[in-house]
């Protein structure tokens, strides 16, 4: 009887492992297919125009809010935590960015609408192709929607600053109240916090991203298997990167402006990232919803009109 169960639970997790390497093989056939690393590019060059301009406009119109609970630092934690860069780069940018976020110009906002345009654009036709939804949107609705998804990523980012100052609060009270624990224990717990609000966050992201841009009525359990392994890939790819990263030596080939070149590369990584994970958004459902039929078909998204 023991070695029957046993049998039956290799078979369990042999049918599981197949059906992780049929969703990876499909949605990896169609990013390819999709000519999803030249959009990843489009992505990447928009994201480096828009990510001043957008933390400019977040802290003009939340400018009170971090200034009244000394949120700017924190701002600095949750930036670094999603754009593997060294603090300095990003503590220089939002010093200089805090400094002029009182003189919002026209021009910061029409470029801020424009470039998020070409952020979140090129990601809804990819879900669309992936969910073969075959009715666009107009084009105003389009771009409304662009920069709905920008007000809610910037709530998101506030939502953060929150959980952080959260985090740090308990942090100090573990090493001033509870005297008795370890500084290796205190410290594992803060990380372990940090972690969870940077994951929770990704998570909670990616879920509105896959619900919201689709041309088609998305239900919770249909976004969240996909959203869930795209958080799980970016992060894996943050990590990756950021270990790396001191090896690139972008500042011997690219001078002055290393830095940025690096900041660009990583855009273009978390895009490619997303929409990888707007392909395996479908593939994972159409798996889980067979219940262990036949996998699907491989199916390129040029074929879906």
Same mark, same amino acid.
């Given at each position: 009887?023991p ?12 049918? !599981? ?7 990876l ?9 999709? =000519? ?12 480096l ?5 957008f ?36 503590m ?53 929607l ?8 910037g709530?998101?980012?506030?939502v953060?600053?929150?959980?952080v ?20 224990v205190i ?5 372990a ?18 619900e ?8 919770? !359990? ?6 869930l392994?795209t ?18 030596n ?23 990232v ?16 067979? =219940? ?7 199916q390129?998204?040029? =074929?879906?009109?």
């Amino acid at each position: 009887m023991p070695m029957e169960l046993s049998s039956q639970k290799l078979g369990s997790w042999a049918r !599981r492992w197949q059906r992780i390497r049929q969703v990876l093989g499909v949605s990896l056939v169609n990013f390819f297919s999709a =000519d999803s690393l030249t959009v990843s590019a489009s992505i990447a060059y928009h994201c480096l125009l828009s990510i001043f301009p957008f933390l400019l406009l977040l802290m003009g119109l939340s400018g009170i809010y971090i200034r009244h609970y000394e949120l700017a630092g924190r701002l600095t934690m949750v930036l670094e935590r999603y754009l593997p860069m060294k603090p300095d780069f990003i503590m220089q940018n939002l010093a200089s960015i805090s400094r002029s976020y009182g003189r919002i110009s026209l021009i910061s906002i029409l470029l801020l609408l424009w470039s998020t345009a070409g952020v979140f654009l090129p990601l809804e036709k990819a879900l669309n192709r992936a969910w073969e939804v075959k009715l666009e949107r107009g084009w105003w609705q389009k771009r409304l929607l662009a920069l709905e998804m920008a007000v809610i990523i910037g709530f998101l980012i506030l939502v953060s600053l929150t959980l952080v100052g959260v985090n740090v609060y308990i942090h100090h009270a573990m090493r001033h109240r509870a005297l008795h624990l370890p500084t290796a224990v205190i410290e594992l717990v803060y990380h372990a916090l940090m972690i969870a609000t940077t994951f929770g966050m990704s998570l909670a992201m990616f879920v509105v991203l896959f619900e919201r841009l689709p041309n088609r009525p998305m239900r919770f !359990r249909q976004v969240l298997p996909g959203a869930l392994v795209t958080a799980i890939f970016w992060e894996g790819a943050r990590s990756l990167f950021t270990l790396l990263l001191p090896r690139f030596n972008y500042r011997h080939v690219y001078g002055s402006i290393g830095v940025v070149v690096a900041l660009m590369t990583w855009a273009y990584i978390s895009s490619a990232v997303m929409l990888f994970g707007a392909q395996v958004s479908r593939a994972l459902y159409r798996t889980l919803e067979a =219940d262990g039929e036949t996998a699907p078909t491989v199916q390129s998204p040029h =074929d879906v009109r």
